[in-house]
């Protein structure tokens, strides 16, 4: 399988504050690569896919990058509705396998 | 406009087994398939597997099968997520979500649309 590792596991940062997620896979996906928002008690929502395509109506403050096996996930300028966990996930392979996750936090 | 509706929570005792529906709407069921993933409390989304509306074929992720079955109605557009012999670490909020393929790609997926999730509670 596939593992997916993320980091950092949580951050705390300010409204405003450009935030930068990483995601690590155990071996080369290409661009089979999703980001994920989850908020509690909410269905988690899809942000990038394909590395770098930004969902239809997501914000252009978040962007996505990376190729192989290092993605990025970029907030370029936090805002209150963004705290929440953020998740990766390869679909290159089944399992279809998530990161950890990353909690970003209010500072 | 596209919408998955699970059925609601339950509460199971271990050993038994549960089923959680998902009725989709907006659009053709048969072209897609459905994905199950699962959140234990604290814990991150767990990938359970997923099975084509188009022919029902299946994948499961290993540390699942045996106990695991998924199967469709496409007269309804519904999904089914049979769990058996629960145990305690099988409690977890359980989602449905479509798996669309990135146009022009033969395999990029990604889960575009959620249901709401359905709690499953196991214990004695």
């Known amino acids: 399988d596939i593992q997916m590792t993320q980091s950092p596991s949580s951050l705390s940062a300010s409204v405003g504050d450009r935030v930068t997620i990483t995601c690590r896979a155990s071996r080369s996906i290409s661009s089979y690569l999703n980001w994920y928002q989850h908020k509690p008690g909410k269905a988690p929502k899809l942000l990038i896919y394909a590395a770098s395509i930004l969902q239809d109506g997501v914000p252009s403050r978040f962007s996505g990058s990376g190729s192989g096996t290092d993605f990025t996930l970029t907030i370029s300028s936090l805002q209150p509705e963004d705290f929440a966990t953020y998740y990766c996930?390869?679909?290159?392979?089944?399992?279809?396998?998530f990161g950890q996750g990353t909690q970003v936090e209010i500072k | 406009q596209v919408h998955l509706v699970q059925s609601g929570s339950e509460i199971k005792k271990p050993g038994a087994s549960v089923m959680v529906s998902c009725k989709a709407s907006g659009f053709t069921f048969s072209k897609f398939g459905i994905s199950w993933v699962r959140q234990a409390p604290g814990q991150g989304l767990e990938w359970m597997g997923w099975i084509s509306g188009f022919n029902g074929n299946r994948k499961y992720a290993k540390n699942l099968q045996g106990r695991v079955t998924m199967t469709t109605d496409t007269s309804t557009s519904t999904a089914y997520m049979e769990l058996m012999s629960l145990r305690s670490d099988d409690t977890a909020v359980y989602y449905c979500a479509r798996p669309k393929m990135v146009a022009g790609t033969l395999g990029i997926y990604y889960l575009d649309y959620w249901g709401q999730g359905t709690l499953v509670t196991v214990s004695s």
């Open positions: 996930q390869q679909s290159s392979t089944t399992p279809w396998t």
